[in-house]
Structure formats: structure tokens, C-alpha cells
């Protein structure tokens, strides 16, 4: 290579004009000396300013110091002037992968291969790319933040029954009010550390471990029971249903809850 | 016993000699007012009986009005039905 750089470089030496500066460039960039390609590839879009591949050998030498901003103008400017540009295409498809806007750069690697589907560089990149993009999805599909229906099937889910943790914060299910509003998170909020009050008021009357907690409301009833560690199910009903048969309701929701606690590792 | 509602204090009690009547009254109040934000919260309306199960025995509690709550402690074989009229009967007649 350092034999390729001198000819090449006397080659330009002979002939000032010539674009053979766009090879003396890039064989510099490999080879690391990016000053000295920088020189050339500046000198070389001095005399041609016109010539694309000038502008395209500039970005990567800028690419590869480090300045991509720069580097991002000039293919974008090489665009303009040609908008198949199969180097400037793949250079911004770099660009924008490097700042983590995959679909961008899977779209001006799209745009490059059908210039020349045959450039065994563009091809491996767009692959490369697709890789990534599919496993990004794979991930996110995998993260799924649907809450858990840890309670399907199950009588009042659609109004009230909330399985929530000892900080108050909502696990799965959630509650309803009649007239529609979501209340999981308010309830939840409230029902932060009543799990040790409730283990608390218990062991300073010497009454055992506590088991479950009725309200009795207004318009409903409220039953509360251990679900373990410090998590609660929460279930809410009108009135119409008696305390005996939310006390049965709740157990099936326990149960389901403590499942899908174990099921979980916690 | 009965509780200031606010504050959890004790208005009045009889209560066996090892129970802390104090700190039952603080829990109980502080319990009552968790469980009962919750519960108005979703729709249910402010509580008008509290029933707290144990292993070895219960805590019941109802409002005797808006500032007093009446706390009962029991065995777990108590009739928590009959307690339950007793205490509505007395919050319903007024203090």
C-alpha cells in the first residue's frame, strides 16, 4: 500500500488536475493518515468542485476524524447534486445508524442498493442493518408493557379487582369507578404500607398473622387481602354483593395473584 | 374503645391489661384512614365498617361519627355479624 500511496502520489505531482487525488485520498484515509488525505481531498475539490466522489471521500476522511456533522453536510450536498449517489446514500445511512435512527438508515440503504444492487459493501451493511432492525423488534415485542391479565375471566375485573405492591404501585388488574374513571394508580397510592400497618396492628394485639380486610362502604365493599411479601389484592364491589361472596371472589383473585407472584420469581 | 379519628388517640377504652391501648388506637385510626382513602377513591363510598381478620382474632371498627371511631378487638370465634349490628346500631343512635 505505501508503494500504491508514493505512485499515486507522484502520479499527482506529474498531474495537478488530475482526479487521480481521489485514489491518493482514500489510500491515505486507510491507511490512517488522516491529515494528509484531508489535504489531498481538499486540494482535489479545489480544482474539481464539481466532482461528486470528491465530496464523498471528504465525508468519510471527516467520518473517520470524527467530525460527522460536517461529514453529513457534504453527502447531503453530493445528494443535491446527484441524488443516486451510491456512496454519499450508504455514507448518510451510516450517519444515521450512528445516531440511532434505524429506519432512516435502513432507508437510505435501500435507496443505495437499488443504484447498484451488486456493491458487495452496500449489500452487507443493508444486511447488517435488517439484522439489527429484527432484533430491535424481537426485543421490544419480548418487553411488552401490556399489563399482565393476571385476572382474566375472573367476575368484577372489569370494575375493581388490583393487585398492587408494598410501595403502592399497581402490579396487575385494576379499578374502575361506575362512571368509567380509572382510578388503579389513586388506589394503589393508597394502599402503600397497608400491608405493614395491617401486620403491625395485628402482632400488637397478638392476633396472628393478618389474613384479610373488609370495608364495608356507602356504595360497596372493599376487600383487601395478603397476596405475599407486602403485596395486596385489592377488590371492589357495589353492595349488591354480599361480603360472604366478595370474601369467596377475593380468594379465586388471591390465588391467581399469588400464581402470577410466584411465576414472576417474587 | 374509641378513637379520635383525626389523630388516633384514645377517647375511652376497656381493654385487656397487656394490650397497648395507645398504639392499638394509633394503628387502627391510621389503618381505618389508609384503607378508607382507598376505598372512597374507588367508588365505594367512606366506610362505614372496618373487619380485620387474623389468625388468632379480629378488629372490627366503624365510625361512631365523623370524628370517632369505635374499635373492637375480639377472639377470632367472635360473631363478627353481631358485633358488626352492635356497632352500627350505636353509630346509627349516636354517641
New interface residues.
Given amino acids: 500500500m505505501a508503494e500504491d500511496i508514493k505512485a499515486l502520489s507522484d502520479e499527482l505531482a506529474r498531474d495537478p488536475n488530475s482526479l487521480v487525488f481521489l485514489r491518493l485520498g482514500e489510500a491515505l484515509r486507510v491507511q490512517g493518515q488522516l491529515d494528509a488525505a484531508r489535504q489531498v481531498a481538499h486540494a482535489g475539490l479545489e480544482r474539481h468542485p464539481g466532482v461528486i466522489d470528491g465530496r464523498d471521500l471528504y465525508a468519510r476522511i471527516l467520518v473517520d476524524a470524527g467530525e460527522l456533522g460536517p461529514a453529513q453536510q457534504l453527502w447531503e450536498d453530493a445528494l443535491r447534486m446527484d441524488a443516486r449517489h451510491q456512496g454519499s446514500l450508504k455514507g448518510l445511512g451510516f450517519l444515521y445508524y450512528n445516531q440511532g435512527d434505524l429506519d432512516q438508515a435502513l432507508e437510505y440503504l435501500e435507496r443505495a442498493i437499488a443504484v447498484d444492487p451488486t456493491n458487495q459493501s452496500v449489500v452487507q451493511a443493508l444486511r447488517f442493518l435488517q439484522d439489527v432492525a429484527a432484533k430491535l423488534e424481537a426485543t421490544l415485542e419480548e418487553e411488552d408493557v401490556t399489563p399482565p391479565d393476571v385476572f382474566e375471566g375472573m367476575e368484577a375485573r372489569d370494575r375493581?379487582i388490583l393487585l398492587v405492591d408494598g410501595q403502592g404501585r399497581p402490579l396487575a388488574g385494576g379499578?374502575t369507578?361506575?362512571?368509567g374513571?380509572d382510578?388503579t394508580d389513586?388506589?394503589a397510592a393508597?394502599?402503600a404500607?397497608?400491608s405493614q400497618?395491617?401486620e403491625?396492628?395485628?402482632r400488637?394485639?397478638?392476633?396472628?398473622?393478618?389474613?384479610?380486610?373488609?370495608?364495608?362502604?356507602?356504595?360497596?365493599?372493599?376487600h383487601?387481602s395478603q397476596a405475599g411479601g407486602e403485596a395486596l389484592v385489592?377488590l371492589?364491589r357495589?353492595r349488591e354483593i354480599p361480603t360472604g361472596r366478595l370474601a369467596l371472589m377475593a380468594e379465586r383473585a388471591l390465588g391467581a395473584a399469588r400464581a402470577w407472584l410466584k411465576g414472576q420469581g417474587l | 374503645m374509641l378513637v379520635s379519628s383525626e389523630d388516633g388517640l384514645v377517647i375511652a377504652d376497656a381493654l385487656l391489661e397487656?394490650?397497648?391501648g395507645n398504639?392499638?388506637a394509633a394503628?387502627?385510626s391510621?389503618?381505618a384512614k389508609?384503607?378508607?382513602?382507598?376505598?372512597?377513591?374507588?367508588?365505594?363510598?367512606?366506610?362505614?365498617?372496618?373487619?380485620?381478620?387474623?389468625?388468632?382474632?379480629?378488629?372490627v371498627a366503624a365510625p361512631a361519627n365523623s370524628d370517632i371511631l369505635m374499635v373492637v378487638?375480639a377472639e377470632r370465634s367472635v360473631n363478627v355479624g353481631l358485633v358488626r349490628l352492635e356497632m352500627l346500631r350505636i353509630a346509627e343512635a349516636g354517641l
Fill in positions: 375493581g379499578v369507578t361506575t362512571d374513571a382510578k389513586e388506589v393508597y394502599l404500607g397497608v400497618e395491617a403491625r396492628t395485628s400488637m394485639l397478638n392476633l396472628g398473622e393478618w389474613q384479610s380486610l373488609v370495608v364495608e362502604g356507602q356504595s360497596g365493599n372493599v383487601l385489592f371492589a357495589g | 397487656d394490650v397497648k398504639a392499638v394503628l387502627a391510621s389503618l389508609r384503607v378508607g382513602n382507598a376505598s372512597k377513591s374507588a367508588g365505594v363510598g367512606a366506610p362505614l365498617f372496618l373487619h380485620l381478620d387474623a389468625s388468632a382474632g379480629v378488629l378487638v
